[in-house]
């Protein structure tokens, strides 16, 4: 895999793998219904995402690519299924609340990540890093006291949902760190094709929408492969602590796309969500700079 070792150019690499990203909520906005065609959705970006991962890894290493499925294992399927089941939970989440609250609550991964650790991998939380957690979890209470619709307060439970199941996936790269990510993300893929096609069936719905949202879900789907491989390439020049404000651009990038008057959308977020995101952009700001004085991070890297 391209590695870059200067970090003047790795910066700004990883900053537009959050740029990318950031325009996830706003395609999603765009498309027709979204909420009417969630497993199409979910059948098309998983379908994207693993034709995508292979074929990036079949150019960077041969055909013998397919010799990274034999090394995944137990850690890189458990990530695979939670970082699919982060996937299906982000378009739900999306689709019933604002897309400011779904990319907050994934703001909290590195938080929920580090509780996973230390309950399954046994690692110690710092002092530091508690204070970091439990203003995350002030921001995230504040958040949901501000969710009191229905539909918008399960938008809420799919987005922190989701936001888990990347930790999950996190934790469990942490459990063997020699499997293969790529691999794992594209059996995540993988994993939302499969139960979006289960799904399908059994609701005798039709595999595809309209061509426009079926472009929109693939679109999304490429946003997503180009931004990790972006972000892969560019990170083994950066220190880890300082890559968590870097991925900030994707939280603030997609709050800024939706709201921006020129993109059409006008999605004004809610007080209560920006009070609680000043809470986690303060405790993942503080979290960034202890993991750099300690030179040690956890969270998804």
């Given at each position: 895999?391209i590695?870059?070792?200067n970090?003047?150019?790795?910066?700004?690499?990883v900053?537009?793998?959050?740029i990318?990203?950031?325009?996830?909520?706003?395609?999603?906005r765009?498309m027709?219904q979204?909420h009417?065609?969630?497993?199409?959705?979910i059948?098309?970006?998983g379908?994207t995402?693993f034709?995508?991962?292979?074929?990036?890894?079949y150019?960077?290493?041969?055909?013998?690519?397919?010799?990274?499925y034999?090394k995944v294992?137990k850690?890189?399927?458990?990530?695979?299924?939670?970082l699919?089941?982060?996937?299906?939970?982000f378009?739900?989440s999306?689709?019933?609340?604002?897309?400011?609250v779904?990319?907050?609550?994934?703001?909290?991964?590195?938080?929920?990540?580090a509780l996973l650790?230390?309950l399954f991998?046994?690692?110690k939380i710092?002092?530091?890093?508690?204070i970091?957690?439990?203003?995350?979890?002030?921001?995230?209470i504040?958040?949901?006291l501000g969710?009191t619709?229905?539909?918008?307060?399960i938008?809420?439970i799919f987005?922190?949902?989701?936001s888990?199941g990347?930790s999950?996936?996190?934790?469990?790269?942490?459990?063997?760190k020699?499997?293969?990510?790529?691999?794992t993300?594209a059996?995540a893929?993988?994993f939302?094709?499969i139960?979006?096609t289960?799904m399908?069936?059994?609701?005798?719905?039709?595999?595809?929408?309209?061509?426009?949202?079926s472009?929109?879900?693939s679109l999304?789907?490429?946003?997503v492969c180009?931004?990790l491989?972006?972000y892969?390439i560019?990170?083994?020049a950066i220190?880890?602590a300082?890559l968590t404000?870097l991925?900030?651009?994707?939280v603030?990038?997609?709050i800024?796309?939706?709201?921006?008057?020129?993109?059409g959308?006008n999605?004004?977020p809610?007080?209560?969500t920006?009070?609680?995101?000043?809470?986690l952009?303060?405790s993942i700001t503080?979290?960034?700079?202890?993991?750099?004085?300690?030179?040690?991070?956890?969270?998804?890297n």
């Amino acid at each position: 895999m391209i590695e870059l070792k200067n970090e003047k150019i790795a910066v700004p690499v990883v900053l537009f793998a959050g740029i990318l990203w950031s325009f996830g909520p706003l395609v999603v906005r765009y498309m027709d219904q979204p909420h009417l065609v969630p497993w199409q959705y979910i059948f098309g970006r998983g379908l994207t995402i693993f034709l995508l991962l292979n074929l990036y890894l079949y150019f960077e290493e041969g055909f013998n690519f397919y010799k990274n499925y034999k090394k995944v294992g137990k850690s890189g399927l458990l990530g695979g299924c939670g970082l699919g089941i982060a996937m299906i939970s982000f378009i739900y989440s999306i689709t019933n609340t604002t897309a400011a609250v779904t990319l907050l609550c994934l703001a909290a991964m590195p938080f929920f990540t580090a509780l996973l650790a230390f309950l399954f991998l046994k690692e110690k939380i710092s002092f530091n890093v508690w204070i970091s957690i439990i203003l995350a979890t002030i921001g995230i209470i504040i958040m949901a006291l501000g969710n009191t619709e229905k539909s918008s307060v399960i938008g809420f439970i799919f987005g922190i949902t989701s936001s888990i199941g990347f930790s999950v996936f996190s934790v469990t790269l942490r459990w063997r760190k020699e499997t293969p990510k790529f691999t794992t993300v594209a059996i995540a893929g993988l994993f939302c094709f499969i139960v979006a096609t289960i799904m399908i069936l059994s609701k005798n719905q039709p595999f595809f929408a309209t061509s426009y949202n079926s472009s929109m879900f693939s679109l999304h789907g490429t946003l997503v492969c180009l931004g990790l491989i972006l972000y892969s390439i560019g990170s083994k020049a950066i220190p880890a602590a300082e890559l968590t404000l870097l991925s900030l651009t994707e939280v603030i990038g997609g709050i800024f796309w939706v709201w921006l008057p020129l993109f059409g959308i006008n999605e004004v977020p809610s007080t209560n969500t920006i009070v609680g995101g000043f809470f986690l952009f303060v405790s993942i700001t503080y979290y960034s700079l202890i993991m750099r004085w300690n030179k040690r991070y956890i969270a998804l890297n």
